[in-house]
């Protein structure tokens, strides 16, 4: 009767023994969902570390990751990669000590694949020993839009006669002009390209350009399209047949003149319709 209590006793207290559990997929807790179902008796490690980084990358520029450790944690050394379709593109360290925080640079190469898919890796080795602590790693949402386009006309509605300036600004994620190449097209409503520059290089952020409208131009909406290591912006422009006003020349002077006077005094206006000042010479014969 006693070995059958002592039994007993021994099997209670290893179930009141707590478990050591410091992955949260084993504690089952959901943010989104508000729910918080952790098993009773469980002894949560105490964070240690703290990863800030953007779930977007984008080509061509620099993907930052701020890495913090916490006042439990011991000095380390932290390992950040980023991978594109499981190569390693780029990786860079740091080591960092109890209740300091630094950044990780890496440079997220060229590639405007959007299939292409990105991980970040962070992983905490130790700085003397060097054995893994941590790693984690998570996938990364690709967006190929890195460049801010800003497409520009002198006009809203044009027609046969006028000339069609263009300008456009290119602006990267920083705010510094894009001093790369880009394609400019100009695309009738139908969509036939009309005509196209390639490789037109920028100065300064700025591209600028002239398109004459034909004479006999496909009445509707015209496309600007803006292409630039594959982004691409887009601007409509409205084309319509319709008549500029003519302007009108008005000849004043007095009904008749007597052979005694030694001057002829007259005055020429021009005007047009709209209120437009008009320039021009006079002819007196």
């Not at 703290?50 to 390992?79: G, T």
């Not at 005094?265 to 010479?281: C, L, P, S």
Request: glycine share 4%.
């Amino acid at each position: 009767m006693q070995q059958i209590t002592l039994f007993l006793s021994l099997l209670l207290s290893i179930r009141a023994q707590r478990r050591v559990i410091g992955d949260n997929k084993e504690q089952k807790i959901s943010q989104l969902a508000d729910i918080d179902v952790r098993e009773e008796r469980v002894y949560r490690r105490p964070a240690t570390y703290l990863i800030i980084a953007s779930k977007i990358v984008r080509p061509s520029s620099i993907y930052q990751i701020i890495v913090s450790l916490l006042e439990e944690a011991e000095p380390m050394r932290v390992k950040a990669s980023l991978s594109r379709d499981g190569v390693e593109v780029h990786g860079a360290d740091t080591h960092l000590d109890p209740l300091q925080s630094r950044p990780v640079l890496l440079q997220v190469p060229p590639g405007y694949n959007v299939a292409n898919q990105y991980k970040l890796r962070v992983e905490g080795y130790g700085r003397y020993g060097g054995a893994m602590i941590f790693s984690n790693e998570t996938v990364l949402q690709f967006s190929d839009k890195f460049l801010s386009i800003t497409i520009s006309t002198n006009k809203v509605v044009f027609t046969a006669i006028h000339t069609m300036k263009i300008r456009v600004i290119m602006l990267k994620t920083d705010l510094l002009p894009y001093d790369d190449v880009a394609d400019l097209l100009i695309i009738d409503p139908d969509g036939f390209i009309i005509r196209k520059w390639n490789s037109k290089q920028l100065n300064n952020g700025i591209m600028t350009t002239d398109f004459q409208v034909p004479d006999f131009p496909k009445v509707g909406f015209w496309t600007i399209r803006v292409s630039a290591q594959g982004q691409i912006e887009e601007k409509r422009v409205k084309v319509e047949k319709y008549y500029v006003p003519m302007f009108e020349v008005f000849l004043r002077m007095p009904s008749f003149h007597f052979d005694t006077d030694n001057v002829i005094e007259a005055t020429v206006e021009h005007e047009f319709t709209f209120d437009k000042i008009g320039y021009g010479n006079c002819l007196i014969r």
